[in-house]
Structures are given as structure tokens and as C-alpha cells.
């Protein structure tokens, strides 16, 4: 027991590294690249990225990671939140120059692409959750309230980002990309279940987080 | 014994053929005409370029794009048109003039080109093909191929005048 606890942590953040970096390695050796610009490129791995974000977004909120205090965890949450727009916006903006008129009829819902509503909805479902946290405070948003807004968006950020991502036909390789996918889902479930997110609370406080 | 003829399954088949064929015609009213014209698919405009030139081959060729253009309602060939096709492909981007090029229907209204292998733009391998020479309403297509491995795409037309 004592021998699990102490190999714990560097297994976790092992397997974390490797969720996220085996498929980043991956599509980094696509052949496909050989056929896209710079530019192109940038906005995949943007995309990539940001699902990597996704899947560590509920991990640092349920305190998954060890050596992270409830504290900084929640405080790494709003600093990679806004790293994820960053990434959102490179991977929108490198597509834009790329094809404009693809993006043009992603943006506006009319692509025959099927995976491309699912990302634009979790865009924007990121977009609300970051500028909603950035006034969160300003708007006097109480922590139950903040709840109400955040979790619904979560669910529509993890569910249309694992579909946009599992649709595409593009540089990811697709066991790995799978994985990751099933990872990002798992996360976000796990985190609502450890937290019963669907419970009345009156503060953040009050959930004690099961190790 | 009597020999059931209408056993479950028969049934089903034909109750569903029955309700496909119904919701169908209420769906698509019977055109007195046949044959019904194409319509431009969503996104197939998409990096156009008008004018593309009649090549024997685009680029160093090693796919191929191919289909039909018939007419509208008795669905005759149309021979000798001018159907326009660009992709993302090994040799440039679908933006790129040459990744453009043009070829005209045979007798049977047939068409085929070569063109450098498409591989997939925006999550998906597929081509681009554009009727725009004035005489039937314009139409875009944009076909998805069932995998980036192959190495051939189909298309067709369906025009009506203009």
C-alpha cells in the first residue's frame, strides 16, 4: 500500500503526459503534414491541444493531480481555461487563412462537414464559460449560481469537442485520438459524479473531494 | 395445414416498402418530367476559380475523377460538357491555380480526368466540381471519398436549362 502510495503521483502525471503527448506524437509524424503549410499545421495542433486541455480541465477541478492543493488546482483551472481560448483561437483563426470559405461556412453553421457544428458549439460554450469567469466577480455570480452556468456549458464543451474531434479525418492517429477522446469523456464524468454536481449546495466549500 | 403467405417478416418488408414509397412521394412530389436535376451541394463553391483551362491531366495525374452529365427530366447525355474540378491535393491547395482544371464530356456523357491524389482539407478527402458554362444552371458538387486511400472519386450531373 505504502509502495502504490508513494509511485502514485509520478504514475498519474505519467499517464497524463502520455494521454496527451502520445497522440500530439502521433499526428506530429502524420504523413499528411507533408501536404500542409505552416499555418495549416499550427491550427491542427491548436485543435489538439485544446482537447488536451479538455481533459485537464476536470482533472485539476476534482483534485485528480497529486501535489496540487485544492487551491492552486482551481487557480491552474482559470489559467488554462484562458490557455484554451488561446488555443481555440489559433485553431480557428490558422483554419480561416487556410480556407476561407470553409471557415466562413463553419462559423455560420452551413459546412457539409458534419463534425464542424459540434466544434463551433463547444467554441462558443468556451467563450461563455471564460468571459462569464472573468465577470464572474464583477457580477457578483454566487458560487451556486456560477455552477448552474459553468456545468451545463462543461457538458456541451466535452461532448462537442470528443465528437467534432472523433469525426475528423486528419492528422491524428485514430487509436490514439480514441483514447484520448474516452480519456476527455471519463474525466468530465468522473468529476461530476466525485462532486454531484447535480446537488443543491450552498458553496464550493462543502464538497469534499473523495481521494 | 395452410402455408402461412404473409408470415411476420414478409409483413414487415412489405408494410415498411409500403411506408418508404409513401413518405417518399410525400416527400419528393413526382415530377411528370423524371429525372430530377442536381442540386449544388453545400460548400461545393468553395475556392472556385472561374475559367479553369481543358487539360489533358492535372499536374502529374495518379487519380482519377470521374462521372456523368445527363439532362434533366428524360436524363439524355449531355456530350461535349465542360465540367470543372479542383481538390486539395499532393501537388497544391484547392486555392491554387494548379490544383484547377477542366475536361468536356464524351458522347455518352461521360467525363474523366487525372489528377494529382487527394488527400483530406478541413477533416475530409473530397473534390470539388463545377458545370459553369452558361447554357444549364450552374452546379456545384463537393464528393467525399469513403477513405483518403482511394484513389478515384465519382460524380454526377444532373442539369437543367438555364
Redesign the interface.
Known sequence: MTRWKSARAPLIWGALVLAIGVPVALAAASE?L??R?PVYILAGFAGIIALGVVLVQPLLIGGYLPGLSAYRGRRAHHWIGGALVLAILIHVAG?WI??P??MV?ALTF????P??PFGVTAMWAIFAVAFLALLRRRLGLRPRTWRIIHIPLAIVIVAGSVVHCL????TMETISKVALCALVLAAAVKVMIDLQVWRKRGTRGENAVRQ | MTTAVFNRRTLLVAGGTLLATGASGLLLPARASGLAPTESMSGGANNYRKGAAVVERIGKGGFWMSGTVRRAGDGAPLSGQRIQIWAHTVEGREHEPQSHGATLTDKDGRFRLEMPQIIPIFGQPHGHLAYDSGEFKTVFLRPVMRSAKETSLEAHFVLQPA
Not at chain 1, 110 to 113: A, D, F, G, L
Not at chain 1, 167 to 170: K, Q, R, Y
Open positions: 499528411q507533408a501536404w503549410d483554419l487556410t480556407s470559405p470553409d461556412d452551413s459546412s457539409p462537414t463534425f464542424s469525426l475528423i479525418e486528419g
